[in-house]
């Protein structure tokens, strides 16, 4: 029979184990089905260009295995996430001659995130510049021009 505590557990595990959904946007790029600009990849770990971003070289790094977000991802996806973050965000530092770096990361709705599968924002920053707003798309041949820069100085 189940317990008052059991029964509260599951609950509470309903409330926080969303399953993850391969029709996600991020699953599709990684499957390949729709485009992205791919800036870096290993065995574990995809970034590729945000397609509106909020700073010059705004990428997105996730993870190859299905996780919606930190909250259900494993310590090696995370490892591997985080190990992508660096590489890429000490690429951005040299080839768009960036002054810092913002990485920023949300989990579930309330908490900001809109796409369910893992990823942090790579969001390379210079002086005095404030980020853009979000929802605003790009001009696709500058984010291009713009990931190459960062791909050279992987
Ligand atoms: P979240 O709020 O989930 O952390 O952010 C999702 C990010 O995905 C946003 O920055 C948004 O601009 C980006 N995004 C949404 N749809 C696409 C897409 O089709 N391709 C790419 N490359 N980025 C997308």
Not at 37 to 62: K, N, Q, S, W
Not at 129 to 139: C, H, I, K, T
């Amino acid at each position: 029979m189940q317990t008052l505590l059991s029964a509260q557990r599951d609950a509470e595990e309903d409330r926080t184990m969303t399953a993850y959904d391969d029709q996600n946007i991020f699953a599709k790029i990684l499957r390949d089905e729709i485009p992205s600009m791919r800036v870096y990849e290993d065995d574990d770990t995809l970034c590729f260009m945000d397609i509106m971003p909020r700073a010059d070289g705004h990428c997105l790094v996730i993870p190859k295995t299905p996780c919606r977000n930190v909250l259900d991802a494993s310590d090696a996806q995370l490892a591997a996430v985080m190990a992508t973050v660096k590489k890429v965000a000490n690429a951005a530092m040299a080839g768009l001659e960036a002054d810092g770096i913002t990485i920023q990361q949300f989990n579930e709705a309330p908490g900001g995130q809109e796409v369910f599968h893992l990823h942090f924002h790579i969001l390379p920053r210079h002086e005095g510049v404030s980020l853009r707003a979000p929802g605003q798309m790009g001009d696709m041949e500058q984010i291009k021009a713009i990931s190459e820069k960062i791909s050279a100085a992987l």
